[in-house]
C-alpha cells in the first residue's frame, strides 16, 4: 500500500532556483493538499485541489503554484526559491471534506 | 491570529500512567477535531477524530473529549507506551460549505512516554 508518495525526500535549493515537489497518491482520493511546517510550528496550507483540474490557495500561497491534471498527481512548484521557503512540506490526501486526511512522509527543503 | 492552541510544547509521563494532551480552539464555526501522531522524519499519521455533535470518542487507549462551551478539547491516552512518544498534533475543520476538509493545525505537543 503506497498511499501517498513524495519525491524528492531532501532538497537543497540556492536562491533564485525553482523547482516541482512530486506527490501522488493511489487512493483515488479527490481531495490533496500541500501543508508546510516551520519548527516548532503547525502545519499551515499552502494549496488544496477537490479534484483533477481545480486548485485553490491555502493560508500561505505566495510563492508556490500548484497544477493538478490527474486525480493521482499535485505537483508543487516553487518558481524563485528564498530562505523563507526552508521549511518541510507535506502532501495529503482525503477521501472527502469530512475524512481524515492521509500524510506523504515529507520534503525537507533547504534554501542557501 | 492562531484559532488552533497547544499550549504545553511537551509533556512527559511515566509508562502505565495516563497522558492528557490538551487543545484550544477559537473560531466557534470549526465542527470537526482530529489528533494526528508524528514520528521524526515521517509524515502525520491519523490517530482519532470527534464530531462536534459529539462529546467523547473512544478508540482502544485512546480518548478525545469535545467541550464546546469552553472551546476545549483533550487527548487521553491509557495505559501511556514508550511507543506513544511522538509529536501529537490537534487540528480542526470546519465541513460545512466550501472548506473542502482543510485542517488547521495547533503547533504540536511532544509526548515523552518514559519507561
Known amino acids: 500500500n503506497a498511499g501517498v508518495t513524495q519525491t524528492p525526500k531532501f532538497r537543497i535549493l540556492k536562491i533564485g532556483q525553482s523547482m516541482t515537489l512530486q506527490c501522488t497518491q493511489d487512493?483515488?482520493?479527490?481531495?490533496m493538499y500541500w501543508y508546510r511546517q516551520d519548527p516548532g510550528m503547525g502545519l499551515k496550507l499552502i494549496y488544496y485541489?477537490?479534484?483533477?483540474?481545480?486548485?485553490d490557495k491555502g493560508e500561505v500561497p505566495n510563492g508556490y503554484n500548484v497544477s493538478r491534471s490527474t486525480t493521482e498527481d499535485f505537483p508543487l512548484r516553487l518558481e524563485l526559491a528564498a530562505p523563507s521557503q526552508t521549511s518541510v512540506y507535506f502532501c495529503a490526501s482525503s477521501y472527502h471534506g469530512q475524512s481524515e486526511a492521509f500524510f506523504g512522509q515529507g520534503t525537507r527543503l533547504t534554501v542557501v | 491570529d492562531q484559532q488552533v492552541k497547544q499550549n504545553s510544547p511537551s509533556l512527559s509521563v511515566q509508562e502505565g500512567r495516563i497522558s492528557i494532551l490538551n487543545c484550544d480552539y477559537t473560531?466557534?464555526?470549526?465542527?470537526?477535531f482530529l489528533w494526528y501522531k508524528k514520528y521524526p522524519a515521517e509524515g502525520p499519521t491519523f490517530l482519532i477524530s470527534i464530531s462536534s455533535i459529539k462529546d467523547k470518542n473512544e478508540d482502544g487507549r485512546f480518548t478525545v473529549f469535545l467541550n464546546k462551551s469552553a472551546k476545549h478539547l483533550s487527548l487521553h491516552i491509557v495505559p501511556s507506551q514508550p511507543g506513544d512518544s511522538a509529536v501529537y498534533f490537534c487540528a480542526a475543520s470546519v465541513t460545512g460549505g466550501t472548506s473542502y476538509g482543510k485542517l488547521t493545525f495547533g503547533q504540536g505537543t511532544i509526548l515523552t512516554v518514559h519507561p
Open positions: 485541489s477537490v479534484g483533477a483540474g481545480i486548485t
Open positions: 473560531n466557534s464555526m470549526f465542527d470537526y
Open positions: 487512493m483515488n482520493h479527490n481531495y
